[in-house]
């Protein structure tokens, strides 16, 4: 029996919170359908998700898909807020529809217009904790640490490597103005290379010879005139010729 009670005081607990939910979210959905114009009265069941709809939503998420303390205060403090808006809403509704019925005093226009300030207020503070519960997922939480820490050891890095170059500097300055200064010697050490004195101009190298050419391209070689070739004989022989007499006979002989 004890069992059998248990379960019946289950039920009855879901059903009542069910009801007076229902009952809060139909009287939040009038005051909201008063703000809207005959055409878009539909719209007025999206409001509710920032009302109760979004507490129970809220609550959901808390309990079955929150992770980490971010997550979980978000969801939290977003049950709340819908609930309290929830309590707020169907509270106006009620004295402004009694007032209207003539049971309570009428309610001044700068009530309702503080009340409707307030419920796009709500909205918006579901809308903003919607961004806040994925930003402060677990994951995310951890990258943006990891993040920071990397950025802090860049510059405690970029810092040592300044400080190691400027030594470096220092050391390596002296060498490299030596270096500068002999090579700067050896190639300014003449007149010639300031371009000033006297500079006679060097003789051009000759043409060099082709290496082939065509056979009709060939010039003909010169040759021996015949007459320089016949002239050489008679030249030689004219010692021989003078120590002879008309006969041909040398004088020697007889």
Do not use: C
């Amino acid at each position: 029996m004890k069992h059998l009670y248990k379960g019946i005081a289950v039920v009855l607990f879901y059903v009542i919170a069910a009801a007076l939910l229902a009952y809060a979210a139909s009287r939040s959905l009038d005051f909201i359908t008063k703000t809207l114009p005959p055409e878009q009265q539909a719209i007025g069941y999206l409001a509710l998700a920032a009302t109760s709809g979004g507490a129970i939503a809220w609550l959901m998420v808390f309990l079955y898909a929150a992770k980490g303390t971010g997550q979980k205060v978000t969801a939290a403090i977003m049950v709340g807020i819908d609930l309290a808006g929830e309590f707020a809403l169907f509270t106006f509704d009620t004295l402004l529809t009694s007032g209207q019925n003539g049971i309570t005093a009428t309610l001044p226009p700068e009530d309702v217009q503080m009340v409707i300030v307030g419920l796009s207020a709500l909205i918006a503070a579901n809308i903003l904790a919607t961004f806040a519960y994925h930003i402060t997922e677990p994951e995310n939480a951890r990258d943006m640490r990891e993040a920071a820490v990397r950025e802090d050891l860049e510059n405690k890095a970029l810092k040592l490597i300044e400080k190691r170059g400027e030594e470096i500097a220092q050391d390596l300055a002296p060498k490299l103005a030596e270096q500068w200064a002999k090579d700067f010697e050896n190639r300014f050490s003449d007149l010639r290379a300031l371009g000033l004195g006297r500079q006679e101009a060097e003789p051009l190298p000759p043409a060099p010879k082709p290496a082939w050419q065509l056979p009709w391209t060939k010039k003909p070689e010169a040759k021996p005139n015949a007459q320089a070739v016949e002239a050489e004989p008679t030249e030689a022989a004219a010692p021989l010729a003078s120590s002879q007499n008309g006969n041909g006979h040398h004088p020697s002989q007889k």
